[in-house]
């Protein structure tokens, strides 16, 4: 009888610890929360299988002056939007040529679905909440020793300006098809190239860019085509933009009801 005491003491001593060491994760994960990606709810802003040549004119293109390999050679074919030309300029906000958008002066908060294919060493981008030439945000990716290596890099332009946010040694894969995600939603910019292999994000603690267009931007890079452009708004439902949905328990109120249940468990109060 003394043996299967004790025995039971030990057991309900082990459960103890393992119920004190899952209050304490959750505890450290209250603390400390994981960034979690916006609902998006479908609403596409635009989409482009660029088919079409006809789908050129509702970009505009914008060349940075003096540049060499200058103009650029934007055009449709074989069913991708293609940048043919080596245009280059070494100046930190247009190190080449955008291709912007027309539409798109009000968009907020939207993510960005793609697929682009690099040629060549050199450096692609692209351009989040585009207002002008002075004032937007930028992701550029390079590979050439001549461009400081290989990186991936978010950058703001405001009053032309350049404040860099982020930037990791890490690129695209040369010569292959990439898939890259933008998610953009107030102050912060998630960006996941190839599957989510490469993840990096940008948080503007300044004066954030509201709203604006978007756009490609292409240096030192001949013949980079893009393809399944698709550009998506980002909304929450029922609770007017707080990235809460209505009506649903948030993360934290769940995590209190499963610690008040295993505190029920073991008889504490």
């Not at 505890?27 to 709810?41: F, G, H």
């Not at 200058?70 to 043919?84: D, M, T």
């Not at 004032?135 to 990716?141: R, T």
């Amino acid at each position: 009888m003394k043996k299967f005491t004790a025995i039971i003491i030990s057991l309900v001593i082990i459960l103890v610890f393992l119920v004190l060491g899952f209050l304490s994760l959750c505890w450290i994960s209250r603390i400390y929360p994981q960034a979690q990606e916006p609902k998006v709810v479908p609403g596409q802003l635009y989409s482009a299988d660029f088919a079409s040549k006809k789908e050129l004119k509702k970009w505009e293109t914008i060349d940075t002056g003096g540049a060499a390999a200058n103009p650029s050679k934007w055009e449709i074919s074989e069913g991708s939007l293609v940048q043919k030309s080596n245009i280059y300029k070494k100046d930190p906000i247009n190190a080449g040529s955008f291709l912007v958008l027309k539409q798109g002066e009000d968009w907020q908060n939207y993510q960005v679905n793609l697929k682009f294919k690099p040629t060549a060493e050199g450096g692609i981008g692209f351009l989040i909440r585009y207002q002008d030439g002075n004032n937007f945000y930028k992701i550029s990716l390079a590979y050439s020793k001549d461009l400081g290596g290989a990186y991936i890099r978010i950058d703001k332009v405001q009053d032309g300006k350049v404040n860099k946010l982020y930037q990791v040694k890490k690129t695209y894969k040369l010569g292959q098809e990439n898939k890259a995600k933008i998610i953009i939603k107030d102050n912060r910019i998630n960006f996941y190239l190839n599957s989510d292999k490469v993840t990096i994000y940008g948080i503007d603690k300044g004066q954030a860019i509201e709203k604006g267009r978007f756009g490609f931007l292409v240096f030192d890079m001949p013949n980079v085509s893009f393809d399944n452009l698709e550009i998506l708004e980002l909304t929450t439902e029922g609770a007017g933009g707080s990235g809460q949905v209505s009506g649903a328990k948030t993360e934290e109120q769940k995590l209190d009801e499963e610690i008040d249940v295993l505190l029920e468990e073991i008889g504490v109060e």
